[in-house]
Each structure stands twice: as C-alpha cells, then as structure tokens.
C-alpha cells in the first residue's frame, strides 16, 4: 500500500516553494522576479484536521451524511480525496499513534488504548514535533494524540495544549445518541468551542511571520452522538435506511469471537445496555441491533458528522478570510471508520472494509497544485508516510530521530516506506535521506496513476 505519492509527484514537479506578493507561484533556482513580482521563498503552513470514528460518509465520497463544508474542500483547487485509504489498526490510540509517528503499531507497540509508544516503542519523533523543530509555531486542541500521555507535551507543542469541556452536555451516554435541544447553540458545546478556538488561534497566526502547524481534533461522530436537534432535522427519517449488507459473515466460525463484535459501540448505552445486562440477556453477546435502533443509530451517526462538518467548515472559512490559504496546505483525515451495521456490526476494532476505510483530503495551495478537485484511487499506504510527505511539501528537512540502533534506523525508514515512496532511503549510518527526483518516479510508475 502506498500513501501520499500525490505529494511526491507535487514536490518533484515544482521543487521550492516561494510566495510572490501574497500569491505562490514557482520559480527558478535564482529566486529571480517572474511576471514583475519579487519572489521571496517562504515555508508553507499546515492545517492539520482530525476526525474521530469517521467512515468516508461524507457526500463527496458518495455518503449519506450532508456534509457542504468538506464537499467544498474536496472540489477546491489543488485538493486530492484519497479514495483508498485505510489505517493500520482500526481503534484511536494505535490508529493516531501510527499516523502522528509514521510507525505501524507493530512497532509503536500501541494495540490499545492506554499504551505510550515513547515508553513502549521508542522516542520517535512526531509530525507536530517536526515542524515545532523547524521553527514551526505548532498548535493543538482537542483530540489530535488519543487522550492521556499529556497530548504529548511538552515535545510537539509550542503552546500549552487547548481541552474544551462542556460539563457533560455532549457526552449523555443515556441512550448513546441525544439530540441537545435548541436553546444551546454549537459554541455551548465541546466540539464547537475547539471550533472557536481553532478560530482564535488562526487570527492569531494571521499577525505572525512565523509558520505555523495547527491541529485540530474533533470528537464527533464518537459515541455518543450528542449535537444540537438542528442536525437531526437536516434528515428526512424516511429516507434513511439499513446498511446494505446487514448480516453477520457466512461461515466465520471460530473467528468471530477474536473478529467480529455486532455490539462493540451500542453496548456501553441505552437499549443494548440494558438488554445486556438483564438476566437473562434479552439479546444475548452477539445479538444484532434491532432494525428499529439501528435506523435511528445511522440517523445520529450522521447528524454527528453534518455537526463535525459545520465545525470544520468554521475553521476553513477563517482559514480563507486570515489570507493565508495560499500559503497553506490542508490535511483532513478521519482516524479509522466505523462500521454502522455493516455484516451486522455496529463498532470498529475489526480489519473490514468499512472499519478500517477513513476520509483523507489534502488541499495544496496554488504554488503546489496540479489540477483541482482530483481522486485518487491508489490504496494508501494507512497514513504512515504523514511527516515524510507534509515535510517535504513544505521544504523542510525531515530527521528521523530515533532512539535505536543503526539496523533498526535502516529498517524503519526502509521497511515504513517501501519502494521510496516516502521520499526518502536509508544513508550508511541509518538515517533517513532525501530520495532523488531520479529515484520517485521510478518507483511511482509502478502504481496507477491518478484519476
């Protein structure tokens, strides 16, 4: 599998990024004026935005989910929807672990939820903690790490991480779905104050000249699916209805009980909570969702991602009105999928299709894009090559720094980023290098091309 070979093909064509009066543009070697503009080369920024538990339901994606804000930055010039892109483990904390580090869980050895790849894996360097090293102001809020581990402080971060609490509002785990009446608005609830301040930071970053990476973590579509009543009513009931392969696998056998869990979410609330714990179980461990549920848990699944769509349409309109888009590139990811009755199931933690399938969008300012509104239907390589490929985009110099010996140094860089597509090789001493231009597209004419 392969990830991000649209942002080497970008770096190989246009080589130096330079911004020329407020509009990117590329130049020669010499930095000299093109169409009576002064060239200045300067580094790019980086939005960096992460979705919890989202499948690609967006509309741009063919999903249920009205979904304007993302659509937009999907059709934007310069912008590529990865098609194909799955993640390494479908649960949070190895999912994020693998993606923020460029390492597969196998050797994070993050598989849960409570593990600490510095203390369990090695000391290995982050995609914040990248930028931060290269005089980057990095910035994050909400959840971006998986919880716990002190957002990986202070190594990733410029400021003091951001948490916004709404004392329980959005987590009413009740009936696992709640729709928050109307006398609260989105700014009264967790998701949209990191909305808010994701707004406040970018203002912020408008008055510096220092390039920024900014990180902002929505928790929805998690469980529960707690947004304001207006979500719901974006949905005709009518229309919504089951998955379409809603039965367990035909001859699974002994697998089930290691790979297949119908309940894995519903179980901690509402009707499944209780139906579980009645004795007797009135629906036994792997019993299905009732139709009925289940129909009202995909309607709040996507309200859920219409409220996270609305959250992230805020940070990009700011993002647009700050006057640094053109200088910005743009990455929106989910970190796994979730399976909403699919053969049966409603959770993730499997390796299906619908689990471990997420949403990945890139948007490349001007300077950088070949097109707009481009697919891709290449099978990512699970988000593992984020800090090579964004690294590299923004003309900064990556370093692995890894706490392990030179072998293992020449495995990792080799091993993660297989055939080159990362950009990089493996030097004598173990380090990863910058591929030659001669190099990456000898290895990308082995994969489809882009459609």
Same mark, same amino acid.
């Given at each position: 599998?392969?990830? $991000?070979?649209?942002?080497?093909?970008?770096?190989?064509?246009?080589?130096?990024?330079?911004?020329?009066?407020?509009?990117?543009?590329?130049?020669?070697?010499?930095?000299?004026?093109?169409?009576?503009?002064?060239?200045?080369?300067?580094?790019?920024?980086?939005?960096?935005?992460?979705?919890?538990?989202?499948?690609?339901?967006?509309?741009?994606?063919?999903?249920?989910?009205?979904?304007?804000?993302?659509?937009?930055?999907?059709?934007?010039?310069?912008? #590529?929807?990865?098609?194909?892109?799955?993640?390494?483990?479908?649960? !949070?904390?190895?999912?994020?672990?693998?993606?923020?580090?460029?390492?597969?869980?196998?050797?994070?050895? #993050?598989?849960?939820?409570? &593990?600490?790849?510095?203390?369990?894996?090695?000391?290995?360097?982050?995609?914040?903690? #990248?930028?931060?090293?290269?005089?980057?102001?990095?910035?994050?809020?909400?959840?971006?790490?998986?919880?716990?581990?002190?957002?990986?402080?202070?190594?990733?971060?410029?400021?003091?991480?951001?948490?916004?609490?709404?004392?329980?509002?959005?987590?009413?785990?009740?009936?696992? $779905?709640?729709?928050?009446?109307?006398?609260?608005?989105?700014?009264? #609830?967790?998701?949209?104050?990191?909305?808010?301040?994701?707004?406040?930071?970018?203002?912020?970053?408008?008055?510096?000249?220092?390039?920024?990476?900014?990180?902002?973590?929505?928790?929805?579509?998690?469980?529960?699916?707690?947004?304001?009543?207006?979500?719901?009513?974006?949905?005709?009931?009518?229309?919504? &209805?089951?998955?379409?392969?809603?039965?367990?696998?035909?001859?699974?056998?002994?697998?089930?009980?290691?790979?297949?869990?119908?309940?894995?979410?519903?179980?901690?609330?509402?009707?499944?909570?209780?139906?579980?714990?009645?004795?007797?179980?009135?629906?036994?461990?792997?019993?299905?969702?009732?139709?009925?549920?289940?129909?009202?848990?995909?309607?709040?699944?996507?309200?859920?991602?219409?409220?996270?769509?609305?959250?992230?349409?805020?940070?990009?309109?700011?993002?647009?009105?700050?006057?640094?888009?053109?200088? &910005?590139?743009?990455?929106?990811?989910?970190?796994?999928?979730?399976?909403?009755?699919?053969?049966?199931?409603?959770?993730?933690? +499997?390796?299906?299709?619908?689990?471990?399938?997420?949403?990945?969008?890139?948007?490349?300012?001007?300077?950088?894009?070949?097109?707009?509104?481009?697919?891709?239907?290449?099978?990512?390589?699970?988000?593992? !090559?984020?800090?090579?490929?964004?690294?590299?985009?923004?003309?900064?110099?990556?370093?692995?720094?890894?706490?392990? &010996?030179?072998?293992?140094?020449?495995?990792?860089?080799?091993?993660?980023?297989? !055939?080159?597509?990362?950009?990089?090789?493996?030097?004598?001493?173990?380090?990863?290098?910058?591929?030659?231009?001669?190099?990456?597209? +000898? !290895?990308?004419?082995?994969?489809?091309?882009?459609?």
């Amino acid at each position: 599998m392969v990830v $991000f070979a649209f942002v080497l093909f970008v770096v190989v064509v246009f080589g130096d990024v330079v911004v020329a009066d407020g509009n990117s543009s590329n130049s020669g070697g010499d930095g000299r004026q093109q169409g009576g503009h002064s060239l200045q080369q300067q580094k790019l920024n980086v939005l960096f935005l992460v979705s919890d538990d989202l499948r690609p339901e967006l509309g741009v994606y063919g999903g249920n989910a009205i979904t304007p804000n993302l659509d937009k930055l999907a059709s934007d010039e310069g912008a #590529v929807v990865f098609d194909r892109a799955y993640v390494q483990q479908a649960i !949070c904390c190895p999912s994020r672990s693998s993606f923020l580090t460029s390492r597969r869980p196998d050797t994070t050895k #993050v598989w849960d939820l409570k &593990t600490y790849w510095r203390q369990a894996g090695g000391n290995f360097t982050t995609l914040p903690q #990248v930028f931060k090293e290269q005089g980057y102001w990095s910035v994050g809020m909400g959840k971006v790490f998986h919880p716990g581990f002190h957002d990986d402080a202070p190594y990733s971060w410029s400021e003091p991480y951001f948490h916004a609490a709404d004392h329980g509002l959005s987590e009413n785990m009740t009936h696992c $779905f709640y729709a928050i009446p109307d006398d609260y608005s989105d700014e009264d #609830v967790t998701d949209g104050m990191l909305a808010n301040h994701a707004v406040a930071t970018l203002q912020k970053a408008k008055e510096m000249t220092t390039p920024f990476f900014v990180a902002v973590g929505l928790h929805r579509p998690h469980l529960p699916w707690d947004v304001p009543q207006k979500y719901f009513d974006m949905y005709n009931v009518t229309n919504i &209805t089951l998955a379409d392969h809603n039965t367990p696998p035909k001859n699974y056998g002994d697998a089930k009980q290691w790979s297949w869990d119908p309940q894995s979410g519903p179980r901690h609330c509402g009707f499944m909570k209780n139906a579980s714990a009645a004795s007797p179980p009135a629906i036994g461990e792997y019993g299905l969702v009732p139709d009925w549920l289940a129909l009202k848990f995909r309607h709040a699944y996507y309200a859920s991602v219409s409220a996270t769509d609305r959250n992230m349409g805020l940070v990009l309109d700011t993002l647009e009105e700050s006057g640094k888009a053109n200088s &910005t590139i743009v990455v929106f990811i989910g970190d796994h999928g979730w399976q909403l009755g699919d053969l049966g199931e409603f959770g993730k933690k +499997t390796n299906f299709e619908r689990a471990t399938r997420a949403p990945l969008i890139i948007r490349v300012p001007p300077i950088l894009e070949d097109g707009n509104g481009l697919s891709s239907r290449w099978l990512s390589r699970a988000f593992i !090559c984020f800090n090579a490929s964004l690294s590299y985009l923004v003309g900064t110099i990556l370093k692995h720094r890894v706490s392990a &010996t030179v072998q293992q140094r020449r495995e990792s860089c080799e091993n993660e980023c297989p !055939c080159r597509v990362c950009g990089h090789y493996a030097d004598s001493d173990g380090s990863c290098r910058s591929a030659s231009p001669s190099i990456v597209p +000898t !290895c990308l004419n082995q994969h489809p091309p882009l459609h």
